[in-house]
């Protein structure tokens, strides 16, 4: 019986110094350089290629080193593997910037609009989540418990669930106070093990409402079209229609919960039993293994790991 594979694509936190050298310098990746020069500045691109770490710790050339490496990778996948063995995606999705990747590989957005959008989206997260606050995943907790939490540590600030991304994940970020006091009660409340994440605001909550406002004019500019394949939005785990709102559900997303663990477990209902991350780190590899351990879970972050899917013989 033929598996049914879903791609998934990372997002902001995934990146490494120097990630992505052998791909960069794959010829195959040609035409998607020429269309990003002709987008970004010559100064932007060469810091995206460099990917050194302190160009990386910045989202707005975090996010486009990232897509970048998403989208070049894939593009070699589907020419040397996926088109030349008649090998049949079902679905994909992304983990909120992964989200542009998935819908520029299933060509709903062009290379160049969706180049246009990650750019300016990192513009617009950088300057508007500033010095106003962070982000802390709390592992091994439920969402009843957390939910609680949050809401005793809010007092009035801004504080929220910004990602489910697994049974054992929720990602919660607001103002640098309430998440001290969130931290508190963790602790007090037993749960063993929270992590500040190293990103440069709340991304995903009301804070970042005006930058999602201001990002709606770009979205407004591009045409989507529609894909023979499945493509789940982080907004409500639902598959992008051609009667979806995409520009209001793309808007959202820049200020509400990624629904990440949702978007897996309607793929597997569908039927997808093999997913394959493409692009830095295996994050969600790991976030797969955690929802559901019979399927097969597999990342591909170099050229040297596209073996992986003939073995899996997917």
Do not use: W
Request: aromatic fraction near 6%; include cysteine.
């Amino acid at each position: 019986m033929s598996k049914k594979i879903a791609i998934l694509f990372p997002g902001q936190g995934s990146q490494y110094e120097g990630m992505g050298k052998d791909i960069l310098e794959s010829k195959s990746c040609e035409d998607i350089y020429n269309i990003f020069e002709k987008i970004v500045d010559k100064e932007t691109f060469e810091i995206v290629k460099e990917a050194s770490l302190e160009s990386l710790s910045r989202t707005r050339y975090a996010q486009l080193a990232i897509f970048l490496n998403s989208m070049c990778l894939y593009s070699i996948i589907k020419e040397e593997i996926l088109d030349k063995d008649n090998i049949q995606v079902e679905s994909m999705a992304g983990l909120s910037l992964g989200e542009y990747s998935a819908l520029c590989a299933s060509s709903i957005i062009d290379l160049e609009s969706a180049i246009e959008l990650v750019y300016n989206r990192g513009i617009i997260m950088e300057k508007g989540a500033a010095n106003k606050g962070s982000m802390m995943a709390i592992l091994k907790s439920d969402m009843d418990t957390v939910s609680s939490l949050v809401e005793e540590a809010r007092k009035e600030q801004v504080l929220s669930i910004c990602n489910l991304n697994s049974p054992s994940q929720i990602v919660v970020g607001g103002e640098y106070s309430a998440l001290d006091r969130l931290e508190k009660l963790c602790k007090e409340n037993k749960i063993k093990r929270t992590v500040r994440l190293d990103v440069e605001g709340p991304f995903h909550t009301e804070i970042l409402r005006e930058s999602s406002n201001e990002f709606e004019d770009y979205l407004k500019r591009v045409t989507f079209k529609n894909s023979n394949l499945d493509v789940f939005s982080n907004l409500d785990a639902k598959v992008y229609t051609k009667d979806s709102d995409i520009v209001a559900k793309l808007k959202e997303q820049m200020c509400s919960t990624v629904l990440f663990e949702e978007c897996i477990l309607n793929m597997i209902s569908q039927g997808c039993d093999t997913f394959i991350e493409i692009g830095p780190g295996k994050t969600l590899t790991g976030f797969v293994k955690k929802i559901d351990k019979t399927v097969e879970v597999l990342n591909i972050e170099k050229l040297s790991d596209m073996d992986k899917i003939k073995r899996y013989e997917v």
